[in-house]
Structure formats: C-alpha cells, structure tokens
C-alpha cells in the first residue's frame, strides 16, 4: 500500500517537474543585464532587372458593357454544346454550358442557351427558373424576347 502510493507521488513529481521544464522552455524571460541574441537584418530581394509594364486593372460597373474577349473564351464551348444538345446528350450540354457560366457568370446568351437545354431536355422548372435569372443579364432584344419566352 505504502508502494503504490510512493510511486504516485514519484510520478505526480516527474509531470510537475517536466512541465515546468517545458514552460520555463516557453519562457521569454531573460535575467536582469543580460542582452538578447542578436537579429540579423534581412536583406531586401533585389528588383528584377526590368518589370514589364502592367496595365491597371479597372473594375466593370453592372452596367458596363462585357468583355469583347470573353465570347471568344467560351465560344467554343457553347458550340460543343449546340452540338451536344443536338444530339440529345443534354448532361454534356450543360456540362459544357456551366463552364461557359464560369468563364462569363453574367452573359445572358449562356443564360439563353441553358434555359434551351433544359427544355429540350424536358426540364420546365429549371427552364423557367435559368430564363428568368437569363433575364437579369440579356442585353439584346432579340436575346431578351427568347429568354422571356422560354420564362413563361
């Protein structure tokens, strides 16, 4: 009985002595005159030799017209899925039509193409409901007129 409880105050001795070991570790406390570790200054990266001239990049209002570039980003894929969608392989029409979104979330010719997809495949809730959002973003009255239709 004697044993068991010397070797628990024995052992409550050793984790009260390791911690605070480890916290005198931690500590940032040094002796009074003593002076702390030098630092080395850390050298500055030399500039490249010659930067190239970067063009400020100006925010798009709402009401901005979009990027002349950005159709021929996703062009092509609105094509594939014309011709996905053609073949009656409409998971890779949208397939394809969700990455055309995510290259121009706000162009309601995607938004035109989608809501077609989505009938052709059958689909009338999500048809009227991508019409509809279309709508937000159309900027031709042609393109408007189809949205508005396939909304209903």
Do not use: F, W
């Not at 609105?78 to 409409?90: I, T």
């Amino acid at each position: 009985m004697k044993l068991v409880r010397v070797s628990a105050m024995v052992a409550k001795a050793i984790v009260a002595i390791a911690l605070v070991s480890i916290m005198a570790g931690c500590s940032v406390y040094s002796l009074p005159g003593s002076q702390p570790a030098p630092v080395e200054p850390q050298a500055k990266p030399a500039p490249p030799a010659s930067q190239p001239a970067q063009t400020p990049v100006t925010p798009t209002s709402p009401g901005a017209a979009p990027d002349p570039n950005a159709n021929n980003a996703y062009g092509a894929l609105l094509q594939q899925a014309e011709q996905a969608r053609s073949k009656g392989d409409y998971e890779q029409a949208l397939s394809l039509l969700e990455r055309a979104q995510r290259i121009d979330p706000d162009s309601g010719e995607v938004y035109l193409h989608l809501a077609r997809t989505y009938q052709a495949k059958g689909d009338v809730g999500m048809q009227r409901a991508t019409a509809e959002r279309g709508l937000l973003y159309c900027d031709g009255s042609s393109e408007c007129n189809a949205l508005r239709a396939l909304s209903r």
